[in-house]
């Protein structure tokens, strides 16, 4: 209601029928208002989003499935130029983690936004109250990304499979989730100027994205088409 009032057109994303039938109602009268009726975690960019131009997300995003509607939102085409989003605060310290504690999120979506978080969220401000604090984030699209668009769901796989076994070494970590030699994933660590011996954890995400594409050059990227 308040970006509405603001002048901005605003796109209303919403699954649930209660308030597409209840509150959400009275503002499909106005003529800045455009309401979808559907899933964020299914739908298209292009189907949520005029993706023509330049936009901006504002969200407060489902526990269960709000790293994923990120992802596919911020990792996709023509991602919105910043996105602020409310999340479990577990959640955000895994996106907004320092190099040395870098989780999965945080090397995915951090190759094409930079993450930031702004200010926490207690209990006390929900009615009923959920039993965990929450954590509002900035990010802001990089462009160009780290990765190309078209190769986010192989760059996520890729960094899953390098966090297969976190408290490992990185070449012991990655070779057992390509399935691979752990020679050869030696050999590659080297090339790109990494540790074998340094955990998934200590990576940066720009050693992440050349670690990915040099994978990529030598073939290890057909080892497991993507289904993200």
Known sequence: RSLSESGVFVTAIEIDDKLIF????????????????????????????????SYKLVANLPYNV???????IVC???PPDLSVVMLQREVSRNLT???????????????????????????????????????????????????SASYSSLYFDF??????????????SLSAGLVANSDRVKSTLLKCDIDPERRPQTLTVNEWVDLFCVA?????????????
């Not at 800045?32 to 299914?42: Q, R, S």
């Open 159 to 172: 960094v899953v499979k390098g966090f297969s076994s976190p408290r490992k070494q990185i070449h012991n």
């Open 76 to 78: 996709g085409p023509n």
């Open 97 to 147: 983690s320092a190099d040395g504690k870098m989780g999965i999120l945080g090397a995915v979506i951090g190759a094409f936004a930079a993450i930031k978080q702004i200010f926490l969220v207690k209990p006390s401000s929900f009615r009923p109250p959920p039993k965990v604090m929450s954590s509002v984030i900035k990010l802001e699209a990089l462009r160009p990304s780290k990765v």
């Open 22 to 53: 209840g509150p959400l109602l009275e503002l499909r009268e106005k003529s800045n208002v455009e309401i979808v009726h559907g899933d964020a975690l299914t739908l298209p960019n292009s189907e949520m989003f005029d993706t023509r131009g």
């Open 66 to 72: 709000g790293t994923r509607i990120l992802r596919n």
């Open 216 to 228: 990529c050059e030598e073939g290890y990227i057909e080892q497991f088409p993507s289904d993200k």
